[in-house]
Structures are given as C-alpha cells and as structure tokens.
DNA sequence: CTGAAAGCGCTTACAG
DNA sequence: CTGAAAGCGCTTACAG
C-alpha cells in the first residue's frame, strides 16, 4: 500500500498507453484529439486513487522545477518576512513553491548559495544582493535564467528590478520635517554601500540643500548591535544638542533610536520629531506612534512576482529589463508635529 | 557553453566510467577501492569544469530530495520568521534547503499544501498544525515521512514535537505577578483550541487557583484585526476596574493590549503591570520596556533541526517518538514592578 | 577497479 | 487516438 502509484501503472490497469494518460494529466487532451470519454474516465480514476505525478521526473525530463528562490538579507528581518508571506500567495496561486535563503549581506556565502541552488535547477530568482556577486549573477543571467532583484540593485548587472523610490521618500520626509519648522535635522544611516541606502541619503540631502539647511549624518556601523548602536546614538544625541528631527534609514535603526532619544530624557515630539524609513507594526503601537516612510508590501510583493512570472512563462523576452519603481507612503504619527 | 556538463561527459573525456565518476563524486572512492590518483584526476577535473551534479536526477534515482518543508502559521510572524532565520542556517549546514508555506490556521489550506508538497518528495516535514489536519499528517507518518511538530501539538498524533514549557511560562508569570502584590491579574488570549494556547491558560488558572485570587479571562477572537482587538481590550479595561496586571498570551496581543492600556490613560507598572508571552525586540526599546515570557530562539530551532535530522539519517528509529520541551525564560523588564 | 545495464517516473517526437 | 522508444542525468547491483 505504500507504494506509489505511477502512471506506468495508471495505463496499464486502464488499458491505454502511457503517453495517453500523460497528455490528460497535462491538460493536452484537447490539443491531441483524446476522446472525452477517455480523458473523463482517466482523470475520474486518477481522482479516486489520489494520484499524483512524480514531480521529480517530470522536473527532470522537462528541466522545469516550477520552485523559486527567494534570497533575501535577512529572512527574519520585518521586511523581508513580510515580502515572503506576500510572494508567498502568489507563488502557489501559479504553482511555484519558494525556497528561501538569508545572505546576510556576505558576497561569499551568497556565491555558495547560489550555486548551491543552481544545482538544485530553480527556475527564477528573486535577490537582494550584496555587493560583489555581480560575476555570479551575471553567469545566472546569461543562461538564461530569469533574475529579479530587489530593493537594491546593482548598477553593472542588466536585470529586471523591483524596489521604492527611496530617494522621493526620504526627500518628503525631509521637507515634512522643514515645513514643521524643524532646522536641525539628521540623517541616521548605515555605514553601507547598498544602493537604496544611497538613494535614501541623497533624497536626504537634495531636501537638506534645497532649503539651505546644514546636513547633519550619522553612519550607524553595519555590524553593530543593538545595545552599541543605543549608546552611540545617545552619544551622537548628545554631541548634537539642539537636534530637533531625526529621519532613521531603516526602521531597526528606528527602534535603537527611539530608545536613544529616551534615555537622553527628550520628548518626541515636543523635543524632537522623528520618521522612520520601513513601517513596523510596533510603530502604531508605540506611545507616541511613530511617523514612517513605509513600502507598499502588498504592492512591492505583486509587482515582483508579475515581473519573475512574465519571464517565467515567457511573456516577456529575457533580455528585456524591466524596472519597477514602487512609491513610499509618508505615514505621520504622532512622533512628529502638525504642519 | 550553455550545455551543462553530465556525468556521462565526464567519464568520457577522462576515459572512466561512469559509475566510477559517480562513485568518487559520492565520497564513495575508498569503499569502492578506487585508486587515490584517479580519484584525484576526477576531483581536480571537476573542479576546473566547475562540475555540479544535477540534483533533480539524483533525486530521482535516490529518492531522497535534501529538502524538507517547514509549514508554520505565518512566517511573517516575529516568532515564525526568527525560527526561520536559525533553521536555515542548519539546514544548509547540512545540506539541506528549506521549502516555506504558511497555514494561516486554516486546516484545508493546509490539506493543499500537504499535498502538493508530498508530490514534491520532500524529505520532511517541520509543521505547526492547525486541528483538523490530523488525518493528513497520519498519511504522511504512515508513508515513514518524519514529521516533527512545533509550537503546538496534536494529541492523537503520535510523532515527535518540540515545544516550550507554555504551562511554566504564564504559571511564574502569574506567581511574580502575585509577589508584586498585584491582586486583579487577567489573562489576555485568543479563542483558540491550539494546544499551547490551553497550555498557557492552565498555567495561568492554577497560579491563581493556588493564591486564591479570582481568574479574569479576555478571549480575543482569532479573525480580530488589530484595531478591533485594540478597542475590545479598552473596553475590557473599562469593564474591570482595578485590575492591576495582565498577562498576554502572545506578542501581538501584548502590542495591542499595550496600545489600549495607553489610551485608557493607564501607566505600565504604577497603575497596571504587563507581562507578555514571546519577546519581541520591540519590548526591550519601548517605554517603559515590557516584561516577557521569552521562547529560546536559537534552542528551540536547534531541538527541532536535531530531532528531524535524527529521523532522515535514521539515527532514530522512525516509531521512536521524540519530545522536546523547552524552558521558557522570564524576562523582567519596566512594566512590572519590583519584588 | 571497470563497464554494461537496469531503473527512477516522467515527456515527447514519431510512425501508424 | 495508440504504442514503442528515446531521453532527462543520475545510482547501484552485477559480472568480470
């Protein structure tokens, strides 16, 4: 009872050929002139006895795996698991199955993921990337396989893309700020060379410039803790007084900096107004709630999984590169003042 | 170039067999007392070729895919993401991919997902079942496909689990409670059936039961969203004048609790102590920070890798059921007072 | 150590 | 519509 039933098996306690029962179970029937009878008769037994094909061999005679990477910096990170829960539906809604995988933002345990799932035959990739695999996914690109990233590029690498005009929304969050008559504003960032980091600080300072205002930035190290990046930006804090509005990066840098500012014993906003850059549950929550400039996931989810299938299903030709730039949402709370 | 090499095609530029090829790609060369200089010649040649086998045929002929699934409620939970983060760091340690899909509690989503991964061969199974799957995951215990549950089990299904000491957890919550002199603890938690769920009210009532005080249960609607589970936990608030503590049964409770505790104009200790089931980072940088029932992250995702990876190298004998039970950690922070 | 061979369970031209 | 057959790229007894 154990054994599996195969469509070996299937034709020959129906009596019909095994390339018959194949074509049924591909929905080919049609297209191969299969009576009705028989495809009903088929596909009513196959019913009855729960069978299901061997994806494996099917995989391999098509060279089809139908599964998706999803490599991302962080799977644990709100973002990331976020976009993973989305992609998620959409992923099997068309029949795909998503493994996932972390990079922590190390080019060389990225290249040994990569390879690791090229053996592994998936059909598409979806990649935050770190710096420096640009080779490895070059060498994904030209044979042909299709390559999404995702909320940071690389510029030399010809591929489609999906991520937030970072720059629009840390410029609107900057002049929000000014428009609340803030005139010390930071910038809390990460020491990193991530393009949408780059993006968020020159949004920064064009808004900072625009209304000649003194850029004020602090770069956070990438592989601090939480508990150093409390201290230094209760330093920095402290080291800046008069500091009236902060605009945090990313919303982990957010959280640090939220303890920072009470432990310096100021008040938001009364003291000082913040935004953080990535929504977070917690921010509703928190009291006062705390301004962001969030990523539509829904949206961002779709619009990766659109551009992968497309090349997927061969809707769109390989080689031409879509890019899609999705719009921040400025969500104000209470860690800022009215305008 | 695009052509991948085959097993085939190495044995044949080397002028080998293929089965000698496979033999020495499969660690099997000193078994098959095969020479170490055509060992080396195979190796070296494969290296420069940038050689990978093809998993799927592999597969196919071994019927071993090196892929288990973790199927958890929702992997963009705090929880589920960061047991995610730490699984696959040991998966892939052991050369093993994780394929991720989420329940949403929902028992015939879960019958889908079952299904198409069964079809899939995937090695094993990492599940937190909703009820009424119990059938299903027989099927697979049945077909001797490891299945370790977590977080929550199902007592007719005999296999093995890993999860927290739920009952210890609120019961010395509870007792800390008391010895803060708190008088009005009420429980905050989900209409739920889930094992753990039980658990963790058992372990509330008996700590009550034990001090004589009166239990004050608030059972939220599983189908709540946060802003209706807010506005009941304000009314509930306001029903029960006096209560001086609350234990939360899980994080988001707690964040939605916390929210309505704000707007009822309370304090976090003075007026009303809070303690929480599952850490999240964010209670360490609120203000005041929150108390909480930490789950052993990184211990729990190592038990329950172990004791999978126990099952698909036969190390354990596939009736031999495993449980694990992990101590839960009392994290006391701001919003409970001093002994 | 080698080689030929069967088998894993599919798909897909091809001839009828 | 059917059937025989090759092929996908491996593994693994088996005989030498």
Redesign the interface.
Known sequence: M?KKLSINDIAKELNVAKSTVSFILNGKAKEKRISDELTEKVLKFVQEKGF??????K??STGK?K?ICLMVE????YF???I??HL?ALA?KNGY??????TENDPEKTRQ?I???????IDGYIITPPKGVEPEINALI???LPVVLFDRYLPTVPTDYVGLDNYKGTFDAAELLIKTSAKKIALFTLSSVQSQMEERQAGYLDAIKKHNLKPLIFKVPFEND?DTTIKQSIQFISDHPGLDAIIFATN?LA??G??AI?ESGLNMPGDISVIAFDD???F????PSISAIAQPLDEMAKQLFKTLLDKLENKVRLKDVTKVIIQPELILRGSTKQV
Do not use: P
């Open positions: 154990n299901q094909l061997n994806y494996l061999a995989s391999l795996t599964m962080k799977i644990s990170d990331f698991s976020h993973a829960f998620e099997y199955k998503i493994i996932y995988c972390s993921l390879t690791l799932l090229r053996a592994r035959h030209s044979d042909n939480t982990y959280l640090s939220i303890k009470n977070h549950d917690v509703n929550i928190y009291n």
